[in-house]
């Protein structure tokens, strides 16, 4: 009996850090956040936000209740020239005096397969929160994932400005914009 418990301990340790949740934090040094609009329907203008915190918790035996924050600072962002910089900080837009942040809470993990998934959550931007949805990728099945190893993700959502209330230049600048996210998370929080 006793042999038999001291077979069963590997095992079962084995299990138990496999089931244990997978708390990573956002490597703001190798990720990066943009947003793209059409301009004038023939080009468009794509912002960065360089500045950014983030964790993700993903317990394997509960994909589903998995929580995923990232903030951006909106006072950050970058633009390709200094009008649209100007115009996006500006009260029109990202408004970034009052609304210095943006942010985006998942909360609810869907698997499409080993790798892929769908992350439903709420994005807050300029005082205004709508649920969206980001569609992930990650480099490595993150519900097997080794506990200690970074993993990377790629995730993109469609939005419409216009929910935001960023409803300026309407002829000239596009209502959906399309968000991008690259990600490197490495393990702690």
């Known amino acids: 009996m006793i042999h038999v418990r001291l077979l069963l301990l590997p095992i079962l340790a084995a299990l138990t850090i496999a089931s244990s949740p997978l708390n990573y934090v956002l490597d703001?040094?190798?990720?990066?956040?943009?947003?793209?609009?059409?301009?004038?329907?023939?080009?468009?203008?794509?912002?960065?936000?360089?500045?950014?915190?983030g964790s993700v918790r993903i317990a394997p035996e509960q994909p589903d209740k998995a929580f995923i924050a990232v903030t951006l600072d909106a006072r950050k962002l970058t633009a390709p020239d200094e009008v649209t910089l100007k115009r996006?900080?500006?009260e029109k837009f990202f408004w970034v005096e009052k609304y210095p942040t943006i942010q985006f809470f998942g909360d609810r993990l869907t698997m499409i397969d080993a790798r892929r998934a769908k992350?439903?959550?709420?994005?807050?931007?300029?005082?205004?929160?709508?649920?969206?949805?980001?569609d992930v990728t990650f480099d490595t099945a993150p519900?097997?994932?080794?506990?200690?190893?970074?993993?990377?993700?790629?995730?993109?959502?469609?939005?419409?400005?216009?929910?935001?209330?960023?409803t300026a230049y309407r002829l000239i600048v596009g209502r959906k914009v399309t968000i991008r996210m690259n990600a490197r998370l490495v393990p702690g929080g």
């Open 28 to 53: 703001a040094s190798a990720s990066s956040v943009s947003a793209k609009v059409a301009f004038f329907g023939l080009a468009s203008k794509t912002a960065q936000f360089p500045n950014m915190a």
């Open 88 to 90: 996006l900080r500006g």
């Open 119 to 134: 992350v439903q959550g709420k994005l807050t931007a300029r005082g205004v929160t709508r649920e969206e949805t980001l």
């Open 143 to 166: 519900l097997t994932a080794p506990k200690g190893k970074a993993i990377t993700l790629s995730g993109e959502m469609q939005i419409d400005r216009r929910d935001y209330g960023m």
